[in-house]
């Protein structure tokens, strides 16, 4: 098993910056993938970015890429996710995840372990 905890979220004006952290404890080798995910009210679960285990791949929606950077502190057990330009529509509950399989998958179901979320705010 392995939990993950996020932290960083808040509110923040449009155009602003914040970072997301996610903290990986139990059986952490088994997280070889490390993604963030965003659900806004009244929508589905989205796929933001995703990271491998050595760091050298990462993968972004559309809607963040060049905005957004993940990276990963694998001795820290950590992930983050550095947000810049932030616009309003970012604004949803973003979830850290943690998935099995050597290869970043852009949907829900390619991750086995979620973290229970953390809000960010963006206001215009």
């Known amino acids: 098993q392995v939990q993950l905890v996020e932290s960083g979220g808040g509110l923040v004006q449009a155009g602003g910056s914040l970072r997301l952290s996610c903290a990986a404890s139990?059986?952490?080798?088994?997280?070889?993938?490390m993604g963030w995910f965003r659900q806004a009210p009244g929508k589905e679960r989205e796929f933001v970015a995703a990271?491998?285990?050595?760091?050298?791949?990462?993968y972004y929606s559309d809607s963040v890429k060049g905005r957004f950077t993940i990276s990963r502190d694998n001795a820290k057990n950590t992930a983050y996710l550095q947000m810049n330009s932030l616009k309003p529509e970012d604004t949803a509950v973003y979830y850290c995840a943690a998935a099995l399989s050597l290869v970043a998958g852009t949907k829900a179901y390619d991750y086995s372990y979620w973290g229970q979320g953390t809000q960010v705010t963006v206001s215009s």
């Open positions: 990271i491998t285990w050595s760091g050298g791949i990462t």
């Open positions: 139990g059986r952490t080798s088994s997280s070889r993938v």
